[in-house]
């Protein structure tokens, strides 16, 4: 007898009437959302177990460097194992939920376009990921790799496709780096973006604008840019795909909690100048509050945040209430610091209008896994009303990972079927 069962199956009962207090109760016609499970880097050797235990979506990866290694010259023999995994995939069942690698640019990218490599205020640079926000010979450069990519491999085979803009494919500017200034850094000097800014040539920190006074609020409607610019480039993003003919789930990527408004508010008080505990997440522009709300609101665009069971919250990885949306600008900043990542970011999002939502568990480099993970990761997909969960990673449902294995997973998949 394993002793992991009834724990497990009492997990379960809490999950199921969560769920049924996050999504209400149902019209006689109206048919409970399905949620849809999968893995993160999915093993195509795995496919058809992982589709026999009751899981129904797979993670496929592409790689910009290695699908294009010359500036327009493609690897066809890469481009033939990706439709290989792609086909493997379907062929077990599994809907294909794509990332087309923008965050592992070519290294001739970079070198095509010096001017449009990412710029700190420091004059620091960054090459880790294509500067999509301000860059339009880069937007170019992508686009064209994106209609290979359509060509060579298949979109229309695909069933979702993973928007983002930073290093790890998520929505955010690059991260400091790691030899480089302390601080927050903000990403918007290289000769583009000096072109759009509303203040060529300030600098956070900076109290003086060409001789005159800088107020704070030029310092917020500089701020506004920055962040607003940041959400145009994933708004370009989806009209490339759906331009392409994409019509399935586009999945935006949200890390963590970000910043929350008194955050931003003590930044642009003090100009931005790299103080604080958040300067590095104010320099990343990750302040959900702001920034999703900008972000095209088409039922297609499902709001991803990849912060499950992340150990964040008190009590630890708490899940959503009735009314988080109703609170969010309203409630106590103390309030709202003490609700997980994902909880705050759900809250965000459905109260800018968003109707799709799903998460990630935020894996085990992030937040050690534990006995009970998975089930505190359906508690909070059942009290967010999230339409789908991607484990991270498929290794760790293989490998003795403590609370991550395929018969955990699919037992709280068959209990969240049956229970529904």
């Known amino acids: 007898m394993n002793p992991a069962r009834p724990p497990v199956r009492a997990a379960l009962l809490t999950v199921l009437v969560l769920a049924a207090a996050a999504f209400g109760p149902l019209r006689p016609d109206e048919q409970p959302p399905v949620p849809l499970f999968g893995t993160l880097q999915t093993d195509p050797e795995r496919a058809a177990e992982e589709y026999a235990h009751g899981l129904r979506v797979a993670h496929l990866q592409v790689a910009w460097d290695r699908f294009e290694p010359e500036r327009g010259v493609y690897d066809e023999a890469y481009a033939r194992q990706v439709r290989e995994r792609l086909a493997s995939f379907r062929d077990a069942g599994l809907r294909v939920e794509a990332g087309l690698g923008l965050n592992h640019p070519p290294a001739w990218l970079a070198d095509a376009h010096p001017e449009s490599v990412w710029r700190n205020q420091y004059g620091e640079r960054s090459t880790n ?3 999509l926000v301000f860059s339009a010979p880069v937007r170019a450069e992508v686009a064209a790799y994106v209609r290979q990519v359509d ?64 107020t704070e609020r030029q310092v917020r409607r500089w701020y506004d840019w920055y962040l607003g610019s940041l959400a145009d480039a994933v708004n370009w993003q989806i009209e490339l795909y759906t331009g392409l003919g994409h019509r399935g789930p586009l999945k ?37 509050f702001a920034t999703l709300g900008l972000v095209e609101h088409r039922d297609q665009v499902q709001i991803t945040t990849t912060a499950l069971v992340d150990g964040t919250g008190r009590p630890t990885d708490n899940g959503c209430a009735p009314g988080d949306s109703g609170a969010v600008g309203s409630a106590p900043d103390a309030t709202v610091r003490t609700w997980s990542s994902a909880r705050w970011v759900v809250a965000v999002a459905r109260a800018e209008g968003f109707r799709h939502l799903s998460g990630e568990s935020a894996g085990p480099q992030v937040a050690a896994y534990r006995p009970g993970v998975m089930a505190a990761a359906f508690r909070q997909l059942g009290t967010c009303g999230l ?14 990972t403590p609370g991550s294995s395929l018969d955990t997973y699919s037992e709280l998949i068959k209990g969240w079927s049956v229970g529904r």
């Open 129 to 131: 990921t294509p500067n």
């Open 151 to 214: 060509e060579r491999i298949g979109l229309d085979d695909v069933w979702a496709l993973r928007l983002g803009t930073d290093e790890n494919g998520e929505f955010g500017y690059p991260r400091p780096l790691p030899d480089g200034r302390d601080g927050g850094a903000f990403w918007a000097y290289d000769q583009q973006a000096q072109a759009a800014s509303p203040y060529p040539g300030w600098r956070p920190g900076e109290h003086s604008y060409r001789g005159a006074s800088f």
């Open 252 to 288: 935006l990527l949200v890390p963590g909690a970000g910043f929350y408004p008194a955050d931003r508010d003590a930044a642009v008080a003090t100009y931005l100048d790299g103080r604080g505990d958040g300067a590095r997440l104010i320099g990343q522009g990750v302040g959900f």
């Open 387 to 400: 339409e789908g969960l991607m484990w991270a990673f498929d290794q760790q449902l293989y490998d003795g």
